[in-house]
């Protein structure tokens, strides 16, 4: 039962010209209270916008009289990304006039810093549509594959961060975190992987690396809108399982997973597990807004950002059959898969505690250079 305070007497009278704006803005605000969540997120919508746009905290004097803003995660977390993101992917197969493709593709390749250069097709004519120009495809000696490090960055990129698992806890960002489990799920079938069998002792952690003495290592790696949104492999293994994780499609901007906790664990993912020489290894395509489309070449029944899916759901496939006991072989540099557009991807790996990373925070570096090795 919604109640509001009145004034009696001579307070009504002493504090009518004060008091009046306060209690009927009490009044406004105990009516919004009463109403279920969505609709209240929905009508306060518009003072917390006016709250985080204002100068000079306008409508903050509004806080003394129990209105509260909702919290910026929360209203961003609100915001439709998938549906925009579908939007979004349509637009851009819409197939532009010829004379209309060099101003659009040229303002784009001047806001993001594009080099036309690399690319197999230099004629911006050539590209139909947005979505052919964001997935062109480079000159074959524009990457060139280091053959002297076991691991290479299998895209262009930005390195967020990179090191090893601790705790059973990734860094997305310096200093801020998020669950290796939830991240990349419940333990996978042994039958596809070899798992330490799991005990009360065994960490989630622990029971991803298979050898004595090794570690387990991870990387994460920016793509920005500019850059190549083509993915390869980064070392030599075999691909097991594939995981399939439908979830938001938040922006994955290095400020941005500064300020949401678990992140890459909210958005859709997909993760790829299997085996190298040193045991268990993982690449993860992790989207973001406007990238609901990822794609794995050999995995032609993957489909992302659909239109309806279950919280916390995620669909397996294994690649590991009566026909094909080993999975899917990659060698160092093969093309593996695509973003629409830019996202990030995450390495999890096991290795050797001699395993040493040659990247430093924040560095740019393109698909081909080293990232590590023994």
């Known amino acids: 039962m919604c109640q509001s305070n009145t004034l009696q007497g001579p307070d009504l009278h002493t504090g009518k010209w004060l008091q009046f ?18 609709a209240l997120k929905l009508r306060s919508w518009p003072l917390t916008i006016l709250y985080y746009l204002l100068p000079f905290g306008a409508l903050k004097p509004l806080t003394r009289v129990g209105w509260r803003p909702v919290s910026r995660v929360a209203l961003y977390k609100s915001v439709p990304t998938r549906l925009l993101s579908r939007a979004w992917g349509r637009l851009n197969q819409v197939e532009l006039p010829t004379w209309l493709r060099k101003p659009v593709y040229s303002l784009y390749i001047w806001t993001f810093g594009v080099n036309m250069k690399e690319a197999a097709v230099e004629d911006l004519h050539h590209y139909r549509n947005l979505s052919e120009f964001f997935r062109r495809k480079l000159k074959p000696q524009a990457r060139p594959v280091c053959c002297l490090h076991s ?7 930005k390195i967020l961060n990179f090191g090893q698992v ?28 070899h798992f330490r069998e799991a005990s009360p002792g065994n960490s989630f952690q622990q029971q991803l690396v298979t050898k004595e003495g090794n570690e387990l290592y991870h990387c994460v790696i920016y793509l920005a809108p500019g850059d190549y949104h083509c993915f390869h492999s980064p070392t030599d293994w075999k691909v097991s399982h594939r995981r399939h994780f439908p979830g938001s499609l938040m922006s994955v901007n290095p400020g941005v997973a500064r300020w949401i906790k678990e992140l890459f664990c909210h958005n859709e993912r997909v993760v790829l597990t299997g085996d190298w020489k040193h045991g268990f290894f993982s690449l993860t395509a992790v989207g973001a807004t406007n990238v609901g489309s990822i794609r794995i070449y050999f995995d032609q029944d993957l489909h992302t950002n659909s239109p309806f899916y279950s919280k916390g759901s995620y669909n397996d496939f294994s ?10 072989p990659m060698r160092k540099g093969e093309h593996l898969g695509e973003f629409n557009l830019g996202s990030t991807i995450v390495l999890i790996f096991e290795a050797p505690k001699d395993f040493k990373f040659h990247l430093k925070a924040g560095q740019k570096i393109r698909f081909g250079e080293a990232l590590g090795s023994l």
């Open 21 to 38: 704006p306060q209690l009927a803005l009490r009044r406004r605000l105990g009516q919004l209270s009463c109403m279920s969540r969505p």
């Open 151 to 157: 691991v290479i960055s299998p895209s262009d990129g």
């Open 166 to 193: 601790k705790n059973c806890e990734v860094e997305q960002v310096k200093g801020v975190t998020y669950s290796l489990e939830s991240f990349l799920g419940p333990r996978i079938s042994t039958e596809d992987l």
């Open 319 to 328: 690649f590991v059959s009566n026909n094909n006991k080993e999975g899917i």
